[in-house]
C-alpha cells in the first residue's frame, strides 16, 4: 500500500503505474550540447505531478532554451534523455477527498478497491491476448464484460489496456506485457455471429447507403444487447443489398419498425462507453415484411384524402 501526499491536491493511494516505453530517440554527442534547463516546480509539489502540468513545463523549458542561444532552430533540437525519460513512473491515483479522511479507513476503502481493481485487470488480460491475437469477437467480449459487477468500469479497463501499448503492473508483476503498437483512443472488435433484432429505423443516408436503427426488441436471447438497451440503443446499419435499401427507406418514412439479420461491430474507449455499427446480412421473411409495409404506406396515403 503506498499512499503520496501533495500540499495542493490532497492525498493519493497508487493503483496502478506504467512505464513509458520511447521507440525512437535522437544520439546527440557531448561536445553538441548548447545549453541545458530545470523544470522550475513549487516546492513540496514533487511527490505528484500532474502530467497535464509536466508537459507545460516541458513546454516552457523549451521555449527558454530556443531563446537562449543564436543557432539557426533547423540546426538544434531540444529534448530529455531516452534514459531520463524512461525513469519516470507515471502512475493512477484517486483523490482522497471523495472518501472519508480518517486514515483508518482510508486505509482500508483504498486496499479493497486496490485489490478489486487488480483482480478485474486480471480476469480482462486474457481477452487482451486474444484481442491482440485478433481471436476476439464482439460476441465474446461483451458477454464477458456484462457479466462484471460494474460493467462500465470493466470497458473502461478493458479499452484502456487494449488501446494502450506501455506494459502495467500492479506493484507486484506484470499483469500486461504491452505492445509495439501506437496507443489508440479506443478499440474495435468484429461480430462473428449473426443477431435478429427488431428495431425502429431513425433515418437513411443514400451518400453512405445506410440507416440509423434505434433497437426495439431482441426476438431472441442476445449475447451483445441486455433489455437495458431496448427502445435507448441507436447505431448505424450498413445496407448492402437493394431490398434491405428500399424496406428500410419506406420504414423510416412511415415511421415504422423493421427486423433485420445483422453482424455487429463495437467500439470501446477508455471513458467505458460502447458504440456499435452493424451490416445487415438479410431481411428474415421479407414478402411479410414488404406487405405489412406496403399496406401501412396505403393506409398512409389513404389518410391524407380524409
Request: proline fraction near 3%.
Amino acid at each position: 500500500m503506498q499512499t503520496e501526499i501533495c500540499p495542493n491536491h490532497g492525498d493519493f493511494c497508487t493503483t496502478f503505474e506504467t512505464h513509458i516505453q520511447t521507440n525512437s530517440n535522437v544520439e546527440v554527442l557531448q561536445d553538441e550540447y548548447l545549453g541545458q534547463s530545470k523544470l522550475a516546480l513549487k516546492e513540496g509539489a514533487t511527490r505528484l505531478l500532474p502530467v497535464q502540468h509536466l508537459i507545460q513545463l516541458l513546454k516552457d523549458a523549451e521555449r527558454k532554451l530556443q531563446g537562449v542561444h543564436a543557432h539557426p532552430r533547423d540546426l538544434t533540437i531540444v529534448g530529455v534523455r531516452t534514459e531520463d525519460a524512461e525513469a519516470l513512473t507515471v502512475f493512477v491515483a484517486r483523490k482522497a477527498g471523495r472518501q472519508r479522511r480518517l486514515d483508518g479507513d482510508l486505509a482500508e476503502e483504498t486496499e479493497t478497491e486496490r485489490e478489486a481493481a487488480k483482480a478485474l485487470v486480471h480476469r480482462i488480460a486474457p481477452l487482451i491476448d486474444r484481442f491482440q491475437a485478433r481471436q476476439l469477437t464482439t460476441e465474446q467480449l461483451c458477454s464477458a464484460l456484462s457479466a462484471e459487477a460494474d460493467p462500465a468500469r470493466a470497458r473502461a479497463a478493458f479499452a484502456s489496456l487494449a488501446s494502450g501499448s506501455d506494459p502495467i503492473s500492479d506493484g507486484a508483476a506484470i499483469i500486461h506485457a504491452g505492445t509495439s503498437d501506437q496507443p489508440r483512443k479506443s478499440v474495435l472488435v468484429h461480430g462473428a455471429e449473426v443477431h435478429r433484432v427488431i428495431g425502429r429505423v431513425v433515418s437513411v443516408d443514400q451518400a453512405t447507403r445506410s440507416c440509423r436503427l434505434r433497437l426495439a426488441s431482441l426476438p431472441e436471447p442476445s449475447s451483445i444487447f441486455t433489455e437495458k438497451d431496448t427502445g435507448v440503443r441507436v447505431f448505424d446499419v450498413a445496407l448492402v443489398d437493394d431490398v434491405g435499401w428500399l424496406l428500410a427507406s419506406l420504414a423510416a418514412s412511415l415511421g415504422e419498425s423493421l427486423e433485420m439479420k445483422l453482424t455487429i461491430n463495437a467500439k470501446f474507449d477508455t471513458r467505458g462507453c460502447v458504440t456499435f455499427s452493424a451490416t445487415l446480412i438479410g431481411i428474415p421473411d421479407v414478402k411479410k415484411a414488404s406487405q405489412r409495409l406496403e399496406a401501412a404506406l396505403a393506409e398512409s396515403m389513404a389518410s391524407l384524402f380524409h
